[in-house]
């Protein structure tokens, strides 16, 4: 019998995930799951809200519908990725953007620039074929993102056809956004009518044009900046970033009225000064400036890294800084299963946001900041992040205050917090604070634990979510070695196993101990570490040995690895927890397998791009092989790709692929391909 409560834990971990992973698409962009797996739950909180009525729906996702991914959209898919941008937060991140460009150019240059506001709406990409809107979409992952265009239709600003000398096929990217005046006319109209208010201009507008229903879109006044070009045929329309931008005017598309040429960085810094003097003046929202290399040949030349192009950059606001008084302290249990103490204040605006708490992290920070209840404490917001306490102000404090202690019972559900540290290097140390195993089932060491397992990363079959689960739930596993520890009593004492699918079990996960260095080191889920990095790396170190002994500099010279990623590695390899946890997987018959050498093939230096669904592989493993091959794998159809692979559900990537006469190979030719048979 599941109890009340369990069914409570359940919903609230369900909202908690959600809300989590809904913050990761709306507000970082950076999704961690699958459209498929997060509708895969918004489904299971519906079905458990539908069946148990005690539970408390009041604050829960599925009233928000409109912030939600709705998967009937369909998908968008770009010929061209959507990336991001790298962040600069000051002049000297900014020298540092000019000099690494210098040094990729070789040649003396002198870059100018183009300065322009960091809108902070939602990007859109808008198709135009023979100058008519004919497509419209999200940017999604920057891979895929969502078919929005009846919604786009609606906004007046946005030309259905453009005007006088045209490409014949080009794909506009810009930002829809709200003006600050029309969204607070909106708010005060919804709180009126008792409706919920939206918490800011961009969810506002995420929420009005990814909405089936296009007339939601056409009742909200949206507007929209256009930026820069995806996908374009042939023609040579403008040469500079400047160019481009009278272009769009040509065309009749709006831009934004703050574009600044500037011929030097250091006129760049001075326009950057008056524009952020002037941002509260603003009528609309930004996060920043991007400053963008003006001359097309030289960011053609400088190209992108995997997340972002190397010629742009955006300069980022710094944090908005306050005073405050505390007035209380509680603790907060987060999706991960760790209780966070957070610190109510005394409500203070900062950057015209009023806050009324801040993260205190974890109670080594606690420590380290000596807060206590009454404290005057100095707090400090970077854009969205939630605020937090940098310091007190120890002349303020009243005398006989109480240190803060941590609870002795979980403010959740109640149960005794236990104190532990999980012994896995996927955590970020900071967050090893106390962990409440009662609570949510040691949450973070079960996903730790599910990304080390997954297809891309040490692929072992049959270990499903469940059994993950019920392995830590019950004690089996603490560390990840013990995973390669577990014994058939074990696996037999779960429900739903017999001697035939134990032995299965228990053999994949020893054979998963041989492996391709690359899947090791994605395992370990280092923080900025990727797929596509890890597998830079493993060709870069070709040993675990070489790796785990590299510094700073040897990460920072690894294709794709920039300073953060770096520094991550770095921290990581430098930990002896981390080290000792590696070693004792050695002993227990970790057997990597060094990068193939790159073999002269039929394939070698074609540029193949994939699209649809396959039957026989999966993405990676597909394009691990290729790569094996000498191929090239690009993300988009272009006049230079040589082989298009088309599986099922083949979208815009199949047509492009038919303009430009690629050869097609399909799921059923896919193995002569390879084999050259
Ligand atoms: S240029 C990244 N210019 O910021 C490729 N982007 O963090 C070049 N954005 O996805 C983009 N204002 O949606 C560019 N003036 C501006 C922008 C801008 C907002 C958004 C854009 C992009 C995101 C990257």
């Known amino acids: 019998m599941v109890s009340k409560e369990d ?15 809904n913050n990761k698409y709306h507000s970082e962009d950076n999704p961690e799951i699958s459209d498929q797996e997060f509708d895969q739950l918004f489904k299971q909180l519906k079905e ?77 990409s808008l198709f135009y074929k023979k100058g ?62 008792g409706q919920k208010v939206f918490a800011n201009p961009r969810n506002f507008v995420a929420g009005s044009i990814r909405q089936l229903d296009s007339k939601i879109a056409l009742e909200r006044p949206l507007k929209v900046f256009c930026h820069s070009v995806g996908f374009i045929s042939k023609g040579n329309f403008f040469n500079t970033q400047k160019e481009m931008i009278s272009k769009f005017k040509d065309w009749g598309l709006p831009v934004s009225d703050e574009i600044y040429f500037c011929e030097n960085l250091d006129k760049v810094n001075r326009q950057i000064l008056k524009m952020t003097a002037k941002r509260e003046k603003l009528n609309y929202e930004i996060d920043g400036i991007v400053v963008k290399i003006n001359d097309k040949s030289l960011q053609e030349r400088l190209g992108n890294s995997s997340r972002s192009p190397r010629w742009a950059i955006a300069k980022k606001f710094l944090a908005e800084q306050g005073e405050t008084e505390i007035l209380s302290i ?76 941590m609870p002795s019972s979980c403010p959740t559900c109640s149960n005794p917090v236990s104190f532990f540290e999980l012994n896995t290097p996927l955590l970020d140390t900071s967050l090893l604070s106390t962990t409440n195993k009662n609570c949510f089932g040691f949450s973070q060491f079960k996903e730790t634990l599910k990304h080390f397992v997954s297809r891309n990363a040490m692929d072992i079959d049959g270990l499903g979510q469940r059994t993950i689960d019920l392995f830590i739930e019950k004690e089996f ?48 889920g280092i923080k900025e570490i990727g797929l596509e990095t890890s597998k830079n790396l493993s060709n870069f170190f070709t040993s675990l040995d070489k790796l785990s002994k590299a510094s700073y500099d040897d990460f920072i010279s690894v294709n794709d690895v920039g300073e953060v990623a770096a520094s991550n590695l770095e921290k990581f390899f430098s930990n002896e927890k981390n080290l000792s946890l590696i070693q004792e997987l050695v002993k227990l018959g970790l057997d990597l397998k060094p990068p193939v050498s790159v073999k002269t093939s039929h394939l070698t230096d074609k540029t193949i791009v994939i699209t649809g669904r396959l039957s026989g592989y999966s993405r990676e493993t597909l394009k691990f092989k290729l790569e094996g091959l000498g191929a090239k794998i690009s993300n988009s159809v272009s006049k230079k790709t040589d082989f298009l692979i088309a599986g099922e559900d083949s979208g815009s990537k199949l047509q492009k692929a038919k303009e430009y006469d690629v050869k097609i190979v399909t799921d059923s030719n896919l193995e002569k391909f390879i084999s050259n048979s």
């Not at 009023?354 to 970077?382: F, P, Q």
Request: proline fraction near 4%.
């Open 132 to 193: 008519i809107l004919t497509k419209a979409g999200t940017r999604g992952d920057g891979v895929v993102g969502e078919e929005v265009t009846h919604n786009i239709k609606t906004i007046s600003e946005i030309p259905k056809s453009l005007k006088n000398n045209f490409p014949d096929e080009i794909e506009i990217r810009g930002e829809i956004f709200v003006e600050l005046n029309d969204f607070k006319k909106i708010n005060q109209n919804f709180e009126k009518r």
């Open 330 to 405: 509680s603790f907060q249990m987060g999706r991960t299963g760790v209780l966070t103490p957070v610190a109510n204040l005394k409500p203070v605006k900062l950057g015209g946001v009023t806050i009324s708490n801040a993260t205190l992290h974890n109670m080594d920070e606690v420590k380290r900041l000596d807060v206590r209840v009454g404290d005057y404490v100095k707090i400090i917001r970077a854009g969205d992040v939630i605020p937090k306490v940098t310091e007190v102000i120890l002349k303020k404090r009243k005398p006989n205050r109480k240190k803060i202690m």
């Open 7 to 21: 069914i409570q834990k359940e919903h609230i971990y369900l909202k908690e995930t959600i809300r989590f992973h």
């Open 477 to 524: 596993i603490k560390s990840l070695p013990d995973l390669f520890k577990i014994t058939s009593e074990n696996i037999l004492s779960l429900e739903g196993f017999a001697d035939k699918s134990t032995k299965k079990l228990l053999e994949s996960i020893k054979s998963s101990l041989k492996t391709d260095l690359y899947r090791f080191i994605y395992a370990l």
């Open 48 to 124: 458990l809200e539908k069946k148990y009525n005690f539970l408390d729906i009041s604050d829960s996702p599925s009233n928000f519908v409109g912030a939600i991914k709705l998967s009937e959209l369909s998908s968008f898919e770009h010929l061209i990725p959507m990336l991001s941008l790298d962040n600069a937060f000051s002049e000297e991140d900014l020298s540092d953007f000019e000099k690494r460009n210098q040094n990729k150019i070789k040649e003396k240059v002198n870059f100018s620039y183009l300065v322009e506001p960091k809108i902070d709406g939602v990007a859109i």
